[in-house]
């Protein structure tokens, strides 16, 4: 599966994100953009463990669902993958997003 995070982030902008979601510990979208920086720098625990608590945060955050699914694909764990790339697609749907679900059906038939 390729991930579409091709670009490294800066150290500096990493502790911007860092900062960002220790000020605001309950803000799924601080959680979702520090986890979405590990992602680019190819840091899947990191990044599924910012992801997990952005999802945990906002259980409808079907962007964040998909990250997460990202991070478990990055760090092989395919299964976990698999099922919260599924529930992101069930959400995807429910909230009329059919073409984010299109777009998680490609990551899903890419999974080993």
């Known amino acids: 599966?390729?991930?579409?995070?091709?670009?490294l982030m800066s150290d500096a902008r990493l502790e911007q994100f860092k900062q960002m979601a220790?000020?605001?510990p309950?803000?799924?979208m601080?959680?979702?953009?520090?986890?979405?920086?590990?992602?680019?720098r190819r840091q899947y625990a990191e990044a599924a463990q910012a992801l997990e608590t952005a999802v945990r945060l906002d259980?409808?955050?079907?962007?964040?669902?998909v990250?997460?699914?990202d991070a478990y694909a990055g760090a092989g764990q395919t299964?976990?993958?698999?099922e919260v790339l599924t529930r992101a697609r069930d959400t995807a749907l429910a909230q009329s997003h059919a073409s984010l679900a299109e777009e998680i059906d490609e990551r899903l038939s890419g999974l080993d």
């Open 67 to 69: 990250s997460l699914g």
């Open 1 to 7: 599966m390729t991930l579409l995070y091709h670009r």
């Open 26 to 28: 309950d803000a799924p």
């Open 79 to 82: 299964q976990k993958a698999r």
């Open 59 to 65: 259980p409808a955050y079907a962007a964040a669902m």
């Open 30 to 40: 601080a959680q979702f953009s520090l986890g979405k920086a590990y992602l680019e």
């Open 22 to 24: 220790a000020e605001f």
